[in-house]
Structures are given as C-alpha cells and as structure tokens.
C-alpha cells in the first residue's frame, strides 16, 4: 500500500514537472521517496504562485477588454466576438489552475499518507524488536 501511494506521488509530481511549475526531480519507479521537511513549505510557495498567477490572469484579462471597449471605430459584432473570445482563455486557463491546484493538493495529502504509514511501520517494528527481545 505504501507502494501505491509512492507511485501516486511520483505520478503526480511528474505531472506537475511536465506544467513547468514543479523544480522537483521526478524519481524513478521503485525508489524510495525522500520526504524532505520543506515539502509543505514548498507546496505552499507553489499555492502561493497559482494565486499570484490567477491575479495576473485577470488583470490581463480586465486590461484586454478594456483596450477593445475603448476602441469605438470596431463594430459591435467584432467586439463581442473578442470579447466571448478573452472570456473563453480566461476561463481555460482558470481551469488549467484549478486542475494544477487540485494536483498539488492531492500530492500534498497524499504525501502526508506516507509519512504517516513510514511512522507506523518504524513504530511497529521497534515493537516487533521489543517483542523478540523478551
């Protein structure tokens, strides 16, 4: 089980290499996961960044659309053609981000699954050591 979710982990943080937001080394497929103490940091820095990004997205986005309301010789048609197309990328990459966010989240939860399941197996094999010993 353990297993499984290193897999799941590894799965995802190449996933998120592929984005180009992760400065994570993908590992290969049967290697032990490392868990670093900064991960948590490092995945709030990257939550961080997605919400600095959503901003700049819709700054973008009000500036675009206030550039084409400005520009009286365009003909309605054509403005809200540009207009439904502005809305259409916003809402693109406002979904790329929401999937990204749930990615880095599921990675987040699950790393913390294997830290735990590491910390019970450490736990029962002192008791098992324990055990023998008596």
């Not at 809305?87 to 987040?108: A, F, G, Q, T, Y």
Request: neutral net charge; aromatic residues 2%; glycine residues 2%.
């Amino acid at each position: 089980m353990l297993r499984e979710f290193q897999e799941e982990i590894n799965k995802l943080k190449e996933q998120l290499a592929a984005i180009g937001s992760s400065g994570a080394a993908p590992t290969l497929p049967g290697q032990p996961q490392v868990i670093y103490k900064n991960s948590l940091e490092e995945m709030k820095a990257l939550e961080a960044k997605l919400e600095q990004e959503k901003l700049e997205i819709k700054h973008k986005a009000e500036k675009e659309r206030r550039q084409i309301e400005n520009q009286k010789q365009m003909a309605e048609e054509e403005k809200s053609k540009l207009l439904a197309k502005i809305k259409e990328k916003e809402e693109e990459e406002e979904r790329v981000r929401e999937e990204h966010s749930e990615m880095i989240k599921k990675l987040k939860n699950m790393e913390n699954m294997v830290v735990k399941g590491t910390k019970a197996m450490e736990k029962a094999e002192k008791t098992e050591k324990i055990l023998k010993k008596t």
